[in-house]
């Protein structure tokens, strides 16, 4: 054998007896993922016997949730002057014994602590166990307390602002008359106003139309099912794809206004004088909150706000396509104007 020979067996050897150690040791793993894929993918019939029985209190408990939108460990915040608790059991109330109260002022923070029925009463059912701390803890009837609290979150407080039907027609009327002087008074120095002397631009027309819009949804959807809005005022949240379709429409529309707006104000921002804008944002402010009140309290209460809508949508595309929109533009600077004649912008002469 020669020595370049001999040097090559000497090579391989111990390259084709690592090969056959390696596979040695790689089979016992492979039967082993093998099996684990096998018993993995094996499904026992008998595997839905160990699923999830609730007791008769979890299954209480999901029902008082499922009506009530709120259990245990839920957060509420006092808006009243302030909220009596009774110390003992509500037991001891009915049964006509000595009890000790306490109060609890506004901007208290509350925790759900417990939840009793109580058929017995006549004013109330329900009883609920609130918190503030360690030491202040009681019982109120249910419909004693949601007339004290709210959910203790900003949106909920937001709609509780925007729900008092007290405050609506306070607002209606001192923004209404307010409203209508201040359009009076910009009108009549040849200010710019929303529908009447409106900027070559749709999107001032655009907002007013989505807060009536919005407005009317809204209130439809207190009507139509006040359940599904009773849920969100618990449980409140900004993502229009994490509720019902319906909701998500609102929201959709809630974040419409939010961009529309911001629209707006460039366009007024560019078409007039800082002063002008200030005034004429002002104006567009006015007569958004007035057709928020109009259309709210029309449909909710006399259900005219729907052939409203579309009367207020046909003068509102009418007056911007009459009196507001740009039909021209200046030969000499390119920006849009009204009519024919000397430019607003820079003066020159348009035939």
Not at 72 to 81: K, S
Not at 91 to 117: P, Q
Not at 126 to 143: F, H, K, L, P, Y
Request: charged share 15%; hydrophobic share 45%.
């Amino acid at each position: 054998m020669t020595p370049q020979l001999r040097h090559s067996v000497k090579r391989r050897c111990p390259v084709r007896s690592w090969r056959s150690v390696s596979q040695l040791c790689c089979l016992p793993f492979c039967l082993l993922a093998l099996l684990l894929v096998l018993t993995a993918c094996y499904h026992r019939p008998s595997a839905t016997s160990d699923a999830w029985i609730p007791t008769p209190e979890q299954q209480d408990s999901i029902s008082f949730y499922t009506t009530h939108h709120y259990t245990q460990d839920y957060e509420f915040l006092v808006t009243a002057d302030s909220l009596q608790l009774v110390r003992q059991q509500p037991a001891e109330v009915l049964n006509g014994m000595l009890v000790d109260t306490l109060s609890v002022g506004e901007g208290s923070h509350l925790v759900v602590a417990d939840i009793m029925m109580m058929p017995t009463d006549t004013i109330d059912s329900v009883w609920v166990q609130v918190a503030r701390d360690m030491e202040t803890i009681g019982w109120v009837r249910e419909s004693e307390m949601l007339t004290a609290v709210s959910p203790d979150n900003p949106i909920s407080l937001f709609i509780d602002f925007f729900s008092d039907t007290h405050l609506l027609l306070m607002l209606a009327f001192v923004v209404l008359v307010g409203a209508l002087y201040l359009i009076r008074r910009l009108y009549r120095k040849n200010a710019k106003v929303v529908h009447f002397n409106d900027i070559g631009s749709f999107y001032p027309a655009l907002l007013a139309l989505l807060v009536a819009a919005t407005a009317v949804f809204y209130n439809t959807i207190q009507i139509v099912n006040p359940d599904s809005w009773r849920h969100y005022y618990y449980h409140p949240t900004l993502n229009p794809f994490a509720v019902p379709l319906h909701l998500g429409l609102f929201l959709a529309s809630v974040w419409a206004l939010v961009v529309v707006g911001m629209a707006a104000l460039d366009d007024v921002r560019r078409h007039l004088s800082p002063s002008e804008t200030f005034f004429y944002s002002l104006g567009l402010a006015a007569v958004c909150a007035v057709n928020y009140i109009v259309f709210s309290l029309t449909t909710l209460y006399h259900y005219l706000g729907y052939p409203l809508l579309v009367a207020y949508a046909v003068f509102a595309v009418y007056r911007y396509l009459r009196g507001s929109r740009a039909r021209f533009h200046c030969g000499s600077c390119g920006e849009p104007i009204r009519e024919k004649g000397p430019c607003p912008h820079c003066g020159a002469m348009n035939v």
